[in-house]
């Protein structure tokens, strides 16, 4: 299976580069495993697919304003520094720019010295652990100083933080947001539980691996970055009672895919618990969990694309794509969705 089985064009045109205001009037298409029709619509339609008893999993992780530009002490050049995942209270594994100036025991200033960094390791994948020096609480400074770490493909500034994260986001982590969440309103997601639909949360914190391309030929041969991931007891309850009872479930997103899928036994039963997933799903793969899947438009190429081919099949999701450019969707982030059932 080649990373180029995957490819399909799309004009740069039809990148989302802002969200909409009204986050349910973004555009919906259905896809129907079951006869693979089409059907398309908005997203505040999601209503007429949902049954009673059905279980929406959502992630409720929150996105971090984890951008932090700042000046190398001494020369003043300047400095990118992406948070990824926190170590210790002082600690965080980072992405860093540029990466030749900032080996280990540079020394970094964000705001004119209301925080500072050193370098404190250089990992074999390049990445960074940093220690910050700082007073008062890091996540109200983070919130002061940090930027929203948006997509390479998005080009135009986020005018309100708030949109880059779900209106359930509860647990800060994710360096990038579940974006098939980024749809629901609270109006929504309340019309949808008066219907008779269950809410399980989980949470995955996203990180930047979700963007970095596939480089190998063989799709089989690429590894996955990891991430860490929670469910709790109350959610894998909700869950395993519905398989039981032969109800649906339907994820949210690629990432509350990827987790109850690691969270799985060989018998199909979620355990609550805490852990890191590197799974990669793609054409082949037996889903132990998922009914159903809301998700927006992925990269080309992309181990997204090819989660979403392993649910729905290879031909069926590019001709789904093909479709979506021919009717102008728009597309990744802050683009629109498709509900596959």
């Known amino acids: ?36 029709s089409l059907t398309h619509g908005t997203f505040a339609d999601v209503r007429q697919y949902l049954k009673a008893g059905d279980v ?18 001494g020369s003043g050049g300047k400095v990118e520094i992406l948070l990824l995942k926190r170590k210790t209270d002082t600690d965080w594994e980072c992405l860093v720019r540029p990466g030749k100036k900032l080996r280990t025991g540079a020394r970094v200033t964000f705001g004119g010295g209301f925080l500072k960094a050193e370098i404190a390791q250089v990992l074999d994948d390049g990445n960074r652990i940093v220690r910050f020096e700082y007073e008062g609480i890091f996540e109200e400074i983070l919130d002061q100083l940090g930027e929203m770490p948006l997509p390479p493909y998005i080009h135009n500034k986020l005018e309100d933080k708030d949109r880059y994260n779900t209106v359930y986001a509860r647990f800060d982590g994710s360096a990038a947001a579940p974006t098939a969440g980024l749809h629901f309103t609270d109006e929504l997601l309340s019309d949808i539980k008066a219907m008779g639909v269950e809410l399980a949360p989980v949470t995955l914190h996203v990180g930047l691996g979700t963007f970095r391309p596939v480089k190998v030929d063989d799709v089989e041969t690429h590894h996955m970055h990891e991430e860490s991931y929670m469910v709790s007891e109350a959610s894998a309850a909700i869950i395993n009672k519905a398989k039981e009872e032969g109800r649906r479930v339907i994820c949210v997103g690629t990432t509350s895919c990827r987790t109850l899928e690691s969270a799985a036994d060989r018998k199909g039963h979620v355990c609550a618990g805490e852990g890191n997933t590197d799974i990669f799903i793609y054409p082949g793969y037996e889903f132990k969990i998922m009914d159903g899947l809301i998700t927006n438009f992925h990269l080309p190429e992309s181990t997204l694309v090819m989660l979403v081919a392993a649910f729905v ?9 093909e479709e979506a450019v021919k009717e102008r969707y728009r597309f990744f982030s802050f683009g629109d969705a498709m509900m596959i059932e």
Do not use: C, W
């Open 56 to 73: 929406l999993v959502i992630n409720n992780t929150k996105v971090i304003p984890a951008r932090l530009l700042g000046e190398r002490e």
């Open 1 to 36: 299976m080649k990373t180029s089985d995957f490819y399909y064009d799309l004009p740069t045109e039809l990148i989302a580069q802002d969200p909409l205001k009204d986050r349910a009037s973004s555009r919906l298409m259905h896809v129907s495993r079951l006869d693979g």
């Open 313 to 321: 099949g290879k031909e069926e999701i590019l001709h789904a794509y």
